[in-house]
């Protein structure tokens, strides 16, 4: 029998059993609900005016975070409180919330398109960083845009409402407990189905039964399918209510990493190999979208400049896939075959990644180049792993995006490498042999030969910021 979706919107029950399982949270807010507070800008996820806030029970107690409602389905509410800037005003007791009344303060609104995104953006920082810095503040809005008022008076707003009392979203977390579910969500409108298993062999039976099924994870990717290419997608199965999948453990000296995990919450464990991974990280997207996105539905796409690639392959990293079978595990380069296909036999989903720990005799870098340095997609994304014996280098791994069709290690390049010293002679030869790994395309993003001088640059760059330890090249502001 199908079930109903039930959350809490802005403090209320509420109960869905008619409306298609890929309608959008931005869909249901302005059209059934008529708050249309929430605006759409862009639809992609780009422009951040869609910005609500959802609270999620995690050990017991809500976990608030910001979402771009434009990409979210709806049913991915279940079992959880969706939080609207129409509520800011009853939480706040009648009156502007801080943030509303120092926006008006310093006129960080002029047309007004974008600031329920802004506010709701600021209100879920303040919310999880009570006292933030001038670039937690920064970094929380690069996914919003304004068109209007340079941001300025929008970062003097976010700067005085941090100051200011605060005014805290719910913690009680009563009635959320009384919507978990401990069993298989099904809901089916017109033959259009989502299924949200609780466990990992769940999944497997239900991937397994369900051959031409989706699989949907953090919807960064999935949700555009619908709103920008309007693909009918009949068969959804949502991993992201399956405990199991969530789990980062450290285990033997590895980090596994389950696939349901977002970048947001697999950021600290990541960021911690090396300072220019954590500059990457902050890069991957907006603050909203990394609450979404996940490691595996990063993985799983199989796109050529997904960031996470180079960084984890050049460490070494291992890919879990399971199905009803059982479970294999492979590396994590060899699951991108050709652009568009992966090693994904049928039947089989990600369940998690597996991270060696960086040894003391590694050095290691990542760099992303693209035209923004916030919110951009990378023209070339670099990484760099050497396991050193003295000025020896004993192996190599390396790894770019946007070079090739599919992320791919510069075998060539590694090769030259190993045995020998580290020294700028070497370094200038080996950066001659990327032109052997790789042809790299010309689109929008950047040329061929920009994305080849590129990359033998970024390998001379790590040679300078590892061979002359403490230095730490800019480069036309680009990455930090
Ligand atoms: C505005 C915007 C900015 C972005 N910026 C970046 C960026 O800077 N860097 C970057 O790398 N990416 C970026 N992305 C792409 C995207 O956010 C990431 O790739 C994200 O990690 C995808 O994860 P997801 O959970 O949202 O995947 P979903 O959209 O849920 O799924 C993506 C694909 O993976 C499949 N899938 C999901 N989970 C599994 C699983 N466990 N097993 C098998 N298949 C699975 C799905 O079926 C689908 O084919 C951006 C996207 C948007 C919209
Ligand atoms: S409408 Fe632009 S991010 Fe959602
Ligand atoms: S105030 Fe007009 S877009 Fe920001």
């Known amino acids: 029998m199908a079930d109903t979706i039930r959350f809490i919107l802005n403090g209320k029950l509420r109960e869905v059993a008619d409306l298609s399982p890929t309608t959008t ?155 978990q579910r401990d069993a298989l969500l099904t809901y089916e409108v017109q033959g259009q189905k989502y299924f949200a298993p609780r466990t990992a062999d769940e999944l497997a039976g239900l991937v397994t039964e369900n051959p031409e099924a989706i699989l949907l994870a953090g919807g960064t990717d999935v949700g555009l399918w619908v709103t920008k290419q309007h693909k009918l997608l009949m068969t959804l199965i949502y991993t992201g209510a399956i405990a199991e999948l969530h789990e980062i453990n450290e285990t033997d000296g590895n980090l596994e990493i389950g696939a349901a995990v977002s970048y947001t919450q697999a950021f600290e464990k990541l960021a911690a190999y090396d300072e220019s991974m954590e500059v990457l990280l902050q890069r991957f997207a907006s603050t909203q979208i990394r609450n979404s996105g996940t490691v595996g539905g990063n993985i799983a796409n199989g796109s050529p400049i997904g960031d996470g690639m180079p960084p984890l392959i050049a460490l070494g990293a291992k890919l879990v896939l399971r199905s009803a079978a059982g479970v294999r595990m492979i590396a994590l380069e060899d699951y991108f075959i050709s652009y568009g296909k992966q090693d994904r036999m049928p039947g089989e989903f990600i369940e998690k990644i597996i991270v060696p720990g960086k040894a003391a005799n590694v050095l290691f870098k990542t760099y992303k180049l693209s035209k923004r340095f916030d919110q951009d997609i990378s023209a070339v994304c670099s990484a760099f792993a050497l396991t050193m014996d003295g000025k020896t280098i004993k192996s190599a791994r390396i790894a770019f995006g946007g070079m090739a069709a599919t992320p791919k290690r510069a075998l060539n390049v590694e090769k030259y490498l190993t045995g020998r010293q580290w020294t700028d002679e070497t370094v200038r030869e080996a950066m001659q042999f990327l032109a052997q790994d790789y042809t790299p395309i010309k689109d929008m993003r950047a040329s061929a030969e920009y994305r080849m001088v590129s990359a033998q640059n970024l390998l001379y760059r790590f040679y300078i910021e590892t061979s002359e330890p403490g230095t730490k090249l800019r480069i036309y502001g680009n990455d930090g």
């Open 25 to 179: 949270v931005l869909q249901y807010l302005r059209t059934v609900e008529h708050l249309t507070g929430t605006k759409e800008g862009c639809a992609e996820g780009d422009c951040g005016a869609c910005t609500v806030i959802v609270g999620t029970l995690a050990n017991g107690a809500i976990r608030y975070h910001t979402v771009n409602s434009c990409i979210m389905f709806l049913p991915v509410l279940d079992g959880k409180h969706l939080i609207t800037v129409e509520y800011l005003k009853v939480l706040a007791g009648g009156s502007l919330h801080p943030v509303q009344q120092a926006m008006v303060d310093c006129h960080g609104s002029q047309c007004g398109f974008c600031t329920p995104g802004f506010v709701m953006s600021l209100v879920g920082l303040l919310e999880n960083t009570p006292v933030p810095s001038k670039e937690d503040i920064q970094d929380s809005l690069a996914g919003n845009l304004c068109r209007c008022t340079g941001y300025r008076p929008i970062l003097d707003a976010a700067s005085i409402a941090a100051r200011k009392g605060k005014v805290h979203l719910p913690s009680d977390a009563q009635l959320l407990r009384s919507l």
